[in-house]
Structure formats: structure tokens, C-alpha cells
């Protein structure tokens, strides 16, 4: 199963558990060393399965890291109602990066890097709205179609979470799970 990983404030990582195999790490900037840092001061509760090795299996790491480390971990199921705030790295062309962060239909919000808005919108302003790829050109739009815009119109790299499988196979075990932190 593939999951994308969000560690507060800026890390992420798309990673993978099978049956009771350890959690493999895909891509990102999530480190094995991260991980191991936020369990191996854990007390291990077999009950609970919470564990302090990476070698334990991965559902179990993934337990541990929201139970006691508090990452946020969005299981199969969880509650599509919540606002989900997704944190993203993004580049210019020329180098400069952020971290930003959008929640359904809400606008961009930078976090932290040397991109201001100001670039942003510059960015996107010959961008023809609309279209087969829902371009915008005002950064009143929701984050994603800001995003979309800075990725296809103005070349910028976005670090787009990776999504597998499809509504196509309804197999739970090829479900993603997203993880994300809640910030107010």
C-alpha cells in the first residue's frame, strides 16, 4: 500500500507497506533517519502496536508515528469532510523556492522560501483562464489551480504528491492513504 507522508513543517514522502514487511520509502525528502528518530525514543506497547524499530512492520511505524509522534495519518475511510491542508515545494525556473499550502478551493498561502506573491502573479498572468487545463491568471483562485497554472504555463516545478491505482480497481489493498498535518 502507498502512502503519501507529510512531517510538519515542510517533509514529505511517498512510502509503502506490504502485509507485515517494513515501511519502504519511494520518494521524498523523508529520511529513514527521520523516521527512526521520531519512534526509537518510544516505549513499545505490543497491544497497541506501537514500536520503536524500524524493522517492525510498517502499518505498525505508521501507528506509532500518529499515535505517539502526532503526525496526521489519513486511513482508507477517513473523513472527506475535514478540510485537507496539502503543503507543497515549488521552484522557479530560476532557482528561488517555497513551501506552500492550499485547502479545498481556498487560495495559495506560502509558508516559508524566497518566492513572494508578487512573483507568483506575474507568473500567471498571460495565462488564458479556463481551458481543458482549468488555467487561471489571479491569485484569487484555489491553490491547486494556481499551482496547475505555475506547472504547465510558466514552467515552474511543483512537487506534486504521487497518486497510484484509480477508481477503476475497488481492491483495498491498492488503496493510497494520505498523510498531512492539520494547521490552524
Request: glycine fraction near 8%; charged fraction near 25%; include cysteine.
Amino acid at each position: 500500500m502507498k502512502i503519501h507522508v507529510e512531517v510538519p513543517p515542510c517533509h514529505a514522502a511517498i512510502v509503502e507497506y506490504v502485509d507485515d514487511a517494513p515501511l519502504k520509502i519511494i520518494s521524498g525528502d523523508i529520511t529513514e533517519d527521520m523516521i527512526a528518530n521520531a519512534i526509537n525514543r518510544v516505549i513499545p506497547d505490543e497491544s497497541l502496536k506501537i514500536v520503536n524499530t524500524l524493522d517492525a512492520p510498517g502499518v505498525h511505524v505508521l501507528l506509532t508515528l500518529q499515535q505517539v509522534c502526532g503526525w496526521n495519518i489519513y486511513w482508507p475511510g477517513w473523513d472527506d469532510e475535514e478540510d485537507l491542508i496539502v503543503r507543497i515545494n515549488i521552484a522557479t525556473p530560476f532557482g528561488e523556492t517555497a513551501l506552500v499550502e492550499y485547502g479545498d478551493d481556498e487560495p495559495l498561502k506560502i509558508i516559508s522560501g524566497d518566492i513572494t506573491e508578487i512573483m507568483i502573479e506575474e507568473a500567471i498572468a498571460g495565462a488564458s483562464p479556463g481551458g481543458y487545463l482549468g488555467l487561471v491568471n489571479t491569485l484569487d483562485a484555489s491553490g491547486v489551480e494556481i499551482l496547475r497554472t505555475l506547472n504547465y504555463f510558466a514552467g515552474w516545478f511543483v512537487d506534486w504528491p504521487v497518486v497510484e491505482g484509480g477508481d477503476e480497481d475497488d481492491d483495498d489493498d491498492d488503496l493510497d492513504i494520505h498523510i498531512a498535518p492539520y494547521v490552524n
